[in-house]
């Protein structure tokens, strides 16, 4: 069972990035997907999130207008999309995926089973 995020890198304010989630060993039909980033010196945050039940979404109130989460489940990948890029954007992001969500709330670390590498995301001119 593994998650691997990708598609990091650095990009100017105002640019976009595209990353994925692609997981193996598991279908990320049954998972609710997650999101998430940690700054240097910062706690972990949810950024978006993605149910499987019936593809709704939810982001933070930060990235809320600019970023988008989808899922392909042909490809068995989520993808976090990221506009109009800003320097507090810049973090270590990470996918995690579980199985259901018990309650404390879908940008709560501990709801994730699973979690990816994480991919570096550094928004600078």
């Known amino acids: 069972v593994q998650l691997q995020a990708s598609g990091g890198g650095l990009v100017q304010p105002g640019g976009s990035l595209r990353l994925s989630c692609a997981a193996s060993?598991?279908?990320?039909?049954?998972?609710?997907i997650g999101w998430f980033r940690q700054a240097p010196g910062k706690e972990r945050e949810g950024v978006s999130c993605?149910?499987?039940?019936?593809?709704?979404?939810y982001h933070a109130d930060s990235v809320k207008g600019r970023f988008t989460v989808s899922r392909d489940n042909a490809k068995n990948t989520v993808y976090l999309q990221m506009n109009s890029l800003k320097p507090e954007d810049t973090a270590v992001y990470y996918c995690?995926?579980?199985?259901?969500?018990?309650?404390?709330?879908?940008?709560?670390?501990?709801?994730?089973?699973?979690w990816g590498q994480g991919t570096l995301v550094t928004v600078s001119s």
């Open positions: 060993g598991f279908s990320l039909d049954y998972y609710v």
């Open positions: 995690a995926a579980a199985a259901y969500l018990s309650g404390a709330g879908w940008d709560t670390p501990l709801e994730y089973d699973y």
């Open positions: 993605i149910n499987n039940s019936d593809g709704s979404t």
